[in-house]
């Protein structure tokens, strides 16, 4: 399956900022009660954009732990060792693509994690062989995505917005399924922790920026839905419409995150 997919740094951030201000739950916290995580580890974090989540293992451990976070985009790979650099330089991080043999031996970590990136892979088989090659016996997998109830407000608004069918999303159309399936298939003892997270605008101003960096056509997602450059502005004044509307309705936006994060063990 090719993937035309590119996340813009601009466009991940605004997103996290906006989980962080609105959400009523953290899911870094949550990873960390769902990992099996000890000090002395060493851990691949696989697409790891701005080493959001190799920061966080790296404060739970207090520093003790050799940590390594890889992702295919420069500019993240240059966001997260500008935070690197600010704690110290304990992270590694190196530019590689996961839909290639990953530049790392067999049986090297006590952890793989792959957090909202694990459904943009072109062969889904070949990575999580990949993931299963560079693990080591014993140790542990852990992907996280949408889960096919995830945010459904947002698509519904979207759709009732344009009349237009949704494209299926790489993430929600087969995380639970497909992606499921092939973790099940490679590892042993796949268990399944769901995350809920509503995330509550008081206004529609913060909704409308998070809809912005998702639809955004930088990330190439949307393609079907943008024939012209005119069309984003279009399309995104119908939505500001409906979620005017849908505010005046019920004094709030709730949108809710349903995220399955999926633990195995090789
Ligand atoms: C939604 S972001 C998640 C980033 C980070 N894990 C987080 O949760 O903040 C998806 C990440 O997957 C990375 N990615 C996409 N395709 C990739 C590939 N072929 N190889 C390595 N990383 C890739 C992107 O560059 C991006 O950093």
């Given amino acids: 399956m ?25 899911i870094d916290k949550w990873m960390l009660e769902v990992l099996p995580l000890e000090q002395g580890m060493s851990i691949l974090d696989v697409g790891c954009g701005a080493g959001k989540q190799c920061f966080s293992y790296l404060a739970h451990l207090s520093g003790k732990g050799a940590i390594t976070g890889a992702d295919v985009s420069d ?18 991080f190196e530019s590689f693509d996961f839909n290639k043999t990953f530049p790392f031996p067999d049986n090297t970590y006590d952890l793989v994690s792959c957090s909202f990136a694990i459904y943009y892979a072109e062969n889904i088989p070949f990575t999580i062989k990949e993931m299963h090659r ?17 945010k459904q407000m947002f698509y519904e608004i979207i759709q009732e917005a344009t009349g237009k069918e949704i494209p ?7 995380y639970a399924s ?28 913060p909704f409308l920026t998070y809809t912005r960096a998702s639809l955004s056509e930088d990330r190439l997602l949307w393609n079907t839905f ?41």
């Fill in 2 to 26: 090719k993937i035309s997919y590119q996340e813009t740094t601009n466009d991940l951030l605004t997103r996290i900022n906006i989980h962080d201000a609105y959400g009523a739950k953290d």
């Fill in 75 to 92: 500019e993240l790979l240059t966001k997260a060792k500008e935070e690197n650099n600010k704690l110290g330089n304990k992270v590694k």
């Fill in 134 to 150: 560079v693990t080591k016996t014993g140790g542990y997998l852990f992907t996280t995505g949408p889960m096919p109830e995830n």
């Fill in 168 to 174: 299926p999303m790489p993430g929600s159309s087969r």
């Fill in 178 to 205: 497909e992606i499921f399936k092939t973790i099940e298939d490679q590892f042993s003892d796949v268990k399944v922790h769901i995350f809920t997270n509503p995330l509550t605008f008081p206004s529609v101003d």
């Fill in 226 to 266: 943008f024939e012209t450059k005119e069309d984003f502005e279009k399309i995104m004044s119908s939505i500001t419409e409906i979620a005017k509307k849908w505010f005046n309705r019920d004094g709030k936006l709730v949108m809710t995150k349903v995220i399955g994060g999926f633990l195995a063990q090789k």
